[in-house]
């Protein structure tokens, strides 16, 4: 078994660390307080080819493979967790989903621009009554004619105020319920659709986050991604990648706050001396590292399976639900270790809290990732 990156994997993932630590690290704290990422930094990851990272250069893409891209998640994580997740849903949940499953016409009508960073994605799943349970949507898009016909209520759509198409699920034949869902693709500037206010989160604020109402809003047929009613397979399959970035996301947030915390263990002095030569110091980050180094070989072993095309459904879910719970662990301890300075905001630790929370919970909670692992191992 051979854990070795390629020579090609290690200078993207050191390139992604170079410029993730010189450009975007110390603007994250500015990102979190202001509640968003300006646009020049997105023209910037456009320039470097961050913004199409999977797609074929004929596309405009970087035509990474799957870990090169984990990899570089990983790393954008550690710097700005908010950066990280905006980019992850671009990549793998918009222009992942074109690719993989848009007509020809289609990827050439989108994929350039949103490789070049001249649009930005975004995915629309949940709803106000459908989370986790992604079966039970209720808004519809009834075709007629010519054209799909859309009323309901989208939420948590990260992008949702700064993107410029929208990867977007609902029924199409309400009466099959999860056997009627298809996959629509939405631009912003199509009529009736309305973009609420930014949403005020605990963590991850840098991230745009609305909810999208639709009343009477017309979107043309050519715009179904794949077969109609085969929406949920789409769903579900894109999940995959979704959680895997996820994964990534929290050993990057992990990763962060043990640096923090091992460095601020250091130059602490108690009692005539650094607090890192205490033994109960030094029990937690050797707790912190090895369960961040655990985590970070299920996001990897995962990562490995969805760049051979193998089906990974449960290793994908292992990773995510591991690597958020050890996220949390590591936050929590990294803000003990530095005491009542890790409740301040000038301290890193502080957002590194608040932004790991969300990834139990987003792209499927730790229990429905439970569910996915048990019905794997009972079949």
Not at 41 to 49: Q, R
Not at 185 to 203: D, Q, R, T, W, Y
Request: proline share 2%.
């Amino acid at each position: 078994m051979d854990f070795k990156l390629t020579e090609d994997q290690r200078m993207i993932k050191e390139e992604a660390k170079k410029f993730a630590q010189k450009r975007l690290a110390p603007l994250a704290q500015e990102f979190d307080e202001k509640e968003e990422i300006p646009k020049e930094i997105y023209k910037e990851l456009s320039e470097l080819g961050y913004m199409g990272m999977m797609l074929p250069e004929k596309y405009g893409g970087s035509n990474l493979d799957f870990i090169s891209y984990i990899l570089v998640m990983e790393e954008f994580a550690k710097a700005c967790a908010a950066l990280e997740i905006s980019l992850s849903v671009h990549n793998s949940l918009v222009c992942d989903a074109i690719f993989q499953f848009g007509t020809e016409k289609q990827k050439e009508k989108y994929l350039p621009k949103l490789a070049k960073g001249e649009w930005i994605g975004a995915y629309s799943l949940t709803e106000p009554s459908a989370g986790t349970d992604a079966g039970s949507l209720k808004t519809t898009a009834l075709l007629n004619k010519d054209y799909y016909l859309i009323n309901g209520t989208k939420s948590f759509v990260t992008n949702g105020g700064i993107a410029d198409l929208f990867v977007f699920f609902a029924l199409t034949n309400p009466e099959a319920k999860s056997k009627g869902i298809s996959c629509l693709l939405v631009e912003k500037n199509v009529e009736s659709l309305n973009i609420g206010a930014k949403e005020k989160k605990m963590g991850i604020r840098g991230s745009d986050t609305r909810e999208l109402s639709f009343e009477d809003c017309k979107i043309p047929k050519e715009n179904l991604l794949g077969e109609q009613n085969h929406g949920l397979r789409i769903a579900l399959t894109l999940l995959d990648s979704g959680r895997i970035g996820v994964g990534a996301q929290s050993v990057g947030i992990a990763q962060a706050a043990l640096d923090e915390a091992l460095e601020y263990s250091k130059q602490r002095v108690q009692f005539g001396q650094p607090i890192c030569n205490f033994q109960a110091i030094q029990f937690k980050l050797a707790d912190m590292a090895t369960q961040i180094d655990a985590a970070r070989l299920l996001v990897y072993r995962a990562a490995h399976l969805k760049s051979k095309n193998i089906r990974c459904s449960v290793e994908a879910s292992m990773a995510k639900v591991f690597a958020s719970e050890v996220a949390n662990m590591v936050v929590n301890e990294a803000v003990q270790i530095h005491g009542g300075y890790g409740y301040m905001k000038e301290y890193a630790v502080e957002r590194y809290f608040r932004d790991a929370r969300v990834t139990e919970i987003y792209e499927g909670t730790s229990e429905a990732q439970r569910i996915v692992i048990s019905k794997g191992l009972l079949k």
